[in-house]
T-cell receptor
Framework: DAGVIQSPRHEVTEMGQEVTLRCKPI?????LFWYRQTMMRGLELLIY????????DSGMPEDRFSAKMPNASFSTLKIQPSEPRDSAVYFC?????????????FGDGTRLSIL | GESVGLHLPTLSVQEGDNSIINCAYS??????FIWYKQESGKGPQFIID?????DKRQGQRVTVLLNKTVKHLSLQIAATQPGDSAVYFC??????????FGPGTRLSVLP
């Protein structure tokens, strides 16, 4: 079975540019999570969706960050305008949440470098 | 806590020995716990989970122990192999709320 698919794997761009990260969750999963990982702060939850609806975006650092999930098989995380401090690895994860907790399954991330 | 500095705790183990990786979790109400393995350039990979109504669960070469009294979780890896070298994270979940990840421990397997 295909896992969580993220694109691009690497992105290098100049500050001020718009960046769009993409994620395809595992088919059948109804929850989707965006994380950011840095050496200094570890793995931080930015936002998560349940049945395509944003549930908690308290981790989104600033208004420059936005996330959408137009359907069950696709989500985007957008940064506009980007800044050097946004450089990090961004992970998407999905899970099937029901009556009991289920593990999240991660993609291999997008390594973002803002120059 | 969740804060992480520049240096992860590192555990160095001889190949073939058993490894024990520890994690202190923060919320006494957490009811579900997961261990993840993250190799360089990859996302965290699920290893094993345990619910709060259990204190031990075994998988293939791995065992997770949960001590709710002291809010402590451990991952035991039997007969550690070079392929086990990675960063290991524990994660806790409170009744369906978000997972909170620990800072991670780097496991280095020595030949």
């Amino acid at each position: 079975d295909a896992g969580v698919i993220q694109s691009p794997r690497h992105e290098v761009t100049e500050m001020g540019q718009e960046v769009t990260l993409r994620c395809k969750p595992i088919s059948g999963h109804n929850s989707l999570f965006w994380y950011r990982q840095t050496m200094m702060r570890g793995l931080e939850l930015l936002i998560y969706f349940n049945n395509n609806v944003p549930i908690d975006d308290s981790g989104m650092p600033e208004d420059r960050f936005s996330a959408k999930m137009p359907n069950a098989s696709f989500s985007t995380l957008k940064i506009q305008p980007s800044e050097p401090r946004d450089s990090a690895v961004y992970f998407c994860a999905s899970s099937q949440q029901g009556n009991s907790n289920q593990p999240q399954h991660f993609g291999d991330g997008t390594r973002l470098s803002i120059l | 806590g969740e804060s992480v500095g520049l240096h992860l705790p590192t555990l160095s183990v001889q190949e073939g020995d058993n490894s024990i990786i520890n994690c202190a979790y923060s919320n006494s109400a957490s009811d579900y716990f997961i261990w993840y393995k993250q190799e360089s350039g990859k996302g965290p990979q699920f290893i094993i989970d345990i619910r709060s109504n259990m204190d031990k669960r075994q998988g293939q070469r791995v065992t997770v122990l949960l001590n709710k009294t002291v809010k402590h979780l451990s991952l035991q890896i039997a007969a550690t192999q070079p392929g086990d070298s990675a960063v290991y994270f524990c994660a806790e979940n409170n009744y369906g709320q978000n997972f909170v990840f620990g800072p991670g421990t780097r496991l280095s397997v020595l030949p």
